[in-house]
């Protein structure tokens, strides 16, 4: 319900205050697992993300270190945070997100970068996120995020909240078990395709979802399944 409430307040802020613009929804499915891979370059990403998918509440994960940073760590429990720690890969923790959306009832955000941009540029992509691609065996959408990088960089310690943000979505990443397994490392190898596909939304041209339609999209949907962070998930680590 709180996440709901957030995203009914966040929608027509984002529109009036960043010029806020979501192309390309048509591409996230409003029911089912689902992972939505972007590019990382601000704190605001998965705020900004989740307020492009009109259709359905998301899920990301962050730094446990993050969850206690006084009103921040309180501002992304609200849009479902999940915590996760650095340092190898840990398979029952990976397995536990895949299983997120694996059961059909959740689409997770992830990073393929593994953190934010130092220069505004795309980076490589990091394999515990093809890992857990594979794991999940669920759809995952490209996403692109543009503007955030101006809008608070990793050197900022505020936002300036102004400016111009885009949230693009893509079809379905494409891949096949034979063609990552003759890369001789599959995750890496999905990695990579993942994040070119994201770099391939530079050049999209669909339309931006209309302000009253996305607005409208938000108030119907049910409240019924908004879930929240769940309590059984431990802090994993990806690499």
Not at 77 to 100: Q, S, T, Y
């Amino acid at each position: 319900m709180l996440y709901r409430l957030f995203h009914i307040l966040a929608w027509p802020f984002a529109r009036w205050r960043l010029r806020f613009a979501a192309r390309g929804t048509r591409h996230v499915p409003a029911t089912g697992g689902v992972i939505l891979a972007a590019n990382h370059a601000s704190f605001a990403d998965p705020i900004l993300i989740g307020c492009a998918v009109t259709s359905r509440p998301i899920f990301f994960m962050a730094k446990e270190e993050l969850f206690r940073v006084p009103v921040f760590g309180f501002v992304i429990r609200l849009v479902n945070a999940l915590p996760i720690r650095r340092g190898g890969v840990n398979r029952r923790a990976l397995e536990e997100f895949a299983g997120l959306t694996r059961d059909g009832s959740r689409a997770l955000l992830v990073f393929p970068e593994g953190t934010r941009t130092t220069d505004g540029s795309l980076g490589p992509a990091k394999r515990g996120v093809g890992a857990l691609c594979r794991a999940a065996r669920v759809p995952i959408i490209p996403t692109l995020i543009l503007g955030t990088y101006e809008l608070w960089p990793r050197w900022r310690l505020f936002p300036r909240w102004r400016g111009r943000i885009e949230v693009r979505f893509g079809a379905p990443v494409q891949w096949s078990d034979d063609e990552l397994n003759a890369s001789g490392d599959p995750s890496g190898a999905l990695a990579t395709l993942i994040m070119k596909r994201i770099s391939d939304l530079h050049a999209t041209d669909e339309p931006p979802l209309g302000f009253r339609e996305g607005y409208r999209a938000i108030l119907r949907r049910p409240t019924a399944g908004a879930g929240g962070v769940p309590s059984d998930v431990a802090a994993g680590r990806l690499e």
